[in-house]
């Protein structure tokens, strides 16, 4: 859809509102060279009437004051942001918009940057005004706060002239990161523990667990002595853990093989299938039958035996790293149910719904977390 049809879709009284996911995903791939002061006008005022209206109030008051931000920085001068001269102003502010409403949207790409846009994802659901504040202060400006961070990507992250990831996940995520070779897939540009456990606590969280089993074993807190545990509990009770911090608001960061981040989206692609085929028995049958063998396969990969560190590295250098690098993921809820875990998390510019893996493989491939909150 065009910019002009999806303000048109909003503003029309006669036709059912869509969903803001929807309107988010249509914003987030739509042509946005045509923008001008009026349809960012027309398209908060769209917005407002849809979402955020005394009949329909699905936005909060910082959601719509971040999209206001958002909307104000596109109407800016120039169309190229100040600081970053290859990326489009009207891009990064139609995609600010767009993970205002949805933060799941927000895509790290073909790159290695899945702790950054983890922190990110937070930050977003949890103070959307920061997160356009901070994202149009380092586009027109090269540097801005975070809590007590300071945010100033190095010249070749400014410099970056590409569209993958978008452009608004570019400038928080690399410029959280801040390592040139965050630009490429070089295994040295992974976030670790240490780096996680400093942008929680530089952010603003009051309190932050990290435990980590592999590939060192880790245990970080603040403050100090905030839970009883330390680096020689298992993996088993740290998932438990994880659920229970969880279950009480804590935001929940994952450190996994990514042999589990390729489980949650094969399965939630297929629940999705089920979904669709629901009111069709025929079609429904298929649909389970398929479900039912890709847990199958899922649940013997999460059970496969692990590579040694000696071998990780080893993988890495011959360029076989997709399924046995670490992955870091944003997770919305785990919680433990008789013999299985089940998650609701971020991948790759998706957001799974619930999502049941076998405990025992969960484990296997678990290789910590990070949990954070006010």
């Known amino acids: 859809m065009t910019i002009d049809e999806i303000i048109q879709w909003l503003q029309d009284k006669a036709v059912r509102p869509a969903p803001p996911a929807r309107i988010a995903s249509e914003l987030s791939t739509c042509n946005t060279t045509n923008m001008d002061a009026a349809r960012y006008d027309n398209l908060l005022a769209g ?23 958002a909307t104000r920085f596109g109407k800016g001068a120039g169309a190229t942001a100040t600081a970053f001269p290859n990326l489009n102003r009207h891009k990064i502010a139609v995609q600010l918009v767009s993970r205002i409403i949805d933060p799941s949207l927000l895509n790290q790409g073909g790159t290695n940057l899945c702790g950054p846009a983890s922190v990110v994802m ?17 586009a027109d400006h090269g540097t801005a706060p975070l809590g007590t961070l300071t945010l ?39 976030s670790g523990p240490d780096q996680m456990f400093a942008w929680l606590t530089g952010s603003g969280y009051s309190k932050v667990v990290m435990l980590v089993e592999f590939p060192v074993k880790t245990c970080q807190l603040a403050p ?53 085929n629901s009111d069709n028995p025929r079609n429904l049958g298929v649909a389970e039958e398929s479900y039912n063998r890709a847990l ?63 405990f025992e493989g969960f484990v296997n491939k678990f290789c910590g977390f990070a949990a954070a909150t006010d």
Not at 159 to 173: G, H, K, L, S, V
């Open 122 to 138: 937070a930050l977003i659901k949890n103070n959307p005004v920061l997160y356009a504040q901070t994202c149009i202060t380092l």
């Open 296 to 358: 199958a396969t899922e649940t013997q990969n999460l059970r496969s035996q692990n590579l040694s560190r000696v071998q990780l590295a080893w993988n890495v250098l011959r360029g076989r790293t997709a399924q046995h690098t670490f992955h870091l993921t944003y997770v919305d809820r785990v919680r433990v149910v008789d013999e299985n875990v089940e998650l609701s998390c971020y991948n790759w510019g998706s957001n799974s719904r619930w999502v049941k893996l076998p």
């Open 152 to 190: 100033r990507p190095r010249v070749e992250i400014l410099n970056y002239n590409r569209t993958n990831p978008p452009e608004a996940d570019w400038i928080m995520c690399a410029s959280l990161r801040n390592d040139t070779t965050a630009v490429t897939d070089a295994l040295h540009g992974l």
């Open 224 to 276: 100090a002595g905030i839970l009883p545990v330390d680096a020689s509990m298992t993996k088993e009770n740290m998932v438990k853990l994880m659920a229970d911090l969880s279950a009480r608001d804590w935001k929940i960061f994952l450190f996994a093989f990514g042999d589990i981040a390729t489980a949650t989206r094969t399965l939630d692609a297929q629940q999705q299938s089920i979904l669709d």
């Open 47 to 69: 917005l407002r009437l849809r979402f955020f209206s005394a009949a329909r109030r699905q936005f909060s008051q910082a959601q719509d004051d971040a999209i206001v931000i």
